[in-house]
């Protein structure tokens, strides 16, 4: 508002100093004369003033004409002047919009035209660097790889597009399955540009793929280098690697290498059970059992998992089933509620042959979580506890088609595995096995009870002269139990191994014994 004002107050000054100058020029006397050729020319003061402002106007037009001449001349000459230079603004006006609609069309998915705009754009601008990029990226995604690689070969002359044209041969190679060749772009693109988080990424898959354990801790190093990677993911990631390279060294003789490797992939990241298992059973192996028992420990309080009881039973192999119960309770305490801790406590009663007591350490586990691993160890409890042959094969019935519990599952496809791996064999992703229930079942067998009579209706085998009766069949749910007509023996049941084999005629054969 005070701006405009200003400006209004400026203007209607001016105007009244044209004025009031006007009028003194109207009222002085005198004026200017003029001589040419013998004629004598007199301006007043006014007209003074209008014949300076032609002569003015006349000499700059002067001017612009001897410049156009002169810039005629040197246009005919070849020069550099504005004529041309008014012709290349005008391509580079076609040109950038050519590029700017060679640009629309490739994010709108029309490769076709996007090619048809860059090539367009490169006959006026004549700059490869934009319009190959856009011709590349163009014919990739209407499928003509042969075009987008040559385009891509192109881009490697120039030092400022050399690394673009590596990283789109690279990604052709892969999608082609070329890993060799696009582990040596990925090399030399990482060479380039060190902190490009993708050909990190990259080059750290390519080695790990490869088994390059050695070229992939130093990627991984690089990474954490120039920020890409928070310190805790390198170290748990340095770890695995150092573990998948221990247990690749199966020559005995570098045998202490892979220990070494072991115990400090274990260092780096002691919740990682395989190498806590591995560097456990380097320690027993070098007769330093308390380090052993200490990593087993450490590793116990963030991830119980079976081969962590596995490599603290091999710490002492030659105990009796009830000093394995003593010695494990420093194992147990730790987690008591966990899980696997109940199970483990049952597995070692069961060794034991306490059934009452494996029966107790299951606490809820059957009503919660019955999953293959506890309906097993209920039927070999209620083997031991002598129950009839019937309620057994009702519990392995139920655990041939409950889930299997805890696996080793990728998180990114969840693929199952059957052991630890450093790269999921599905989606190869690294670094994503983790020990967790799967999220669906990978059982075969129906749920539903129409096989399960053919499984429990297996007739037992017996080597005394006991009489069998046919068993009743009756179809049962994978919740239900299983009930058979009652069996009379005279001897006690064998034990499985000493089992024979009975067919159809199973109770013909047992009487005639």
Known sequence: MLWSLIKIVVFVALVAALTLGAGYLLESQGGIQVTVAGMEFTLGPLQSVMAAVVVVFAVWVLFKLF??????LKFINGDDTALSRYFDRNRERKGYQALAEGLMALSSGEGRLAIAKATKAEKYLHKPELTDLITAQAAEMVGDNRKAEEVY????????????????IMKQKLASGDTDTALQLAERAFAIKPKHAEVQDTLLQLQAEK???AGARKTLAAKLKHGALPRDVYRRRDAVLALSSATEIDDPEASGKA?????EANRASPDLIPA??????AYIDQG??????KVIKKAWETHPHPDLAAAFAAIEPDETPDERVKRFVQLTRIQPDHRETKLLKAELNLAAEDFPEARRSLGDLVEKNPDARV??????IEKGEGAKDAVIRGWLAKALTASRGPQWVCDKCNTIHAEWAPICSNCSAFDTLSWTTPPQSEVVLP???NMLPLIIGTALEDKTDAVVEEPEIIDVGPEAATTAAPTEAKAPAPEPEDAEVIDDAAPEKAAAK
């Open 67 to 72: 410049g156009l001449v002169i810039a005629t």
């Open 153 to 168: 070969k192109r881009l490697l002359k120039t030092d400022s597009t050399r690394f673009v044209g590596i990283r789109g």
């Open 211 to 213: 088994h390059d354990w």
């Open 259 to 263: 220990a070494e490797a072991a115990i």
């Open 276 to 281: 806590a298992a591995l560097a456990a059973r």
């Open 288 to 293: 330093r059992k308390r380090n052993a028992m």
């Open 375 to 380: 309906l097993a160890i209920m039927a070999a």
């Open 447 to 449: 749920a539903g009870a």
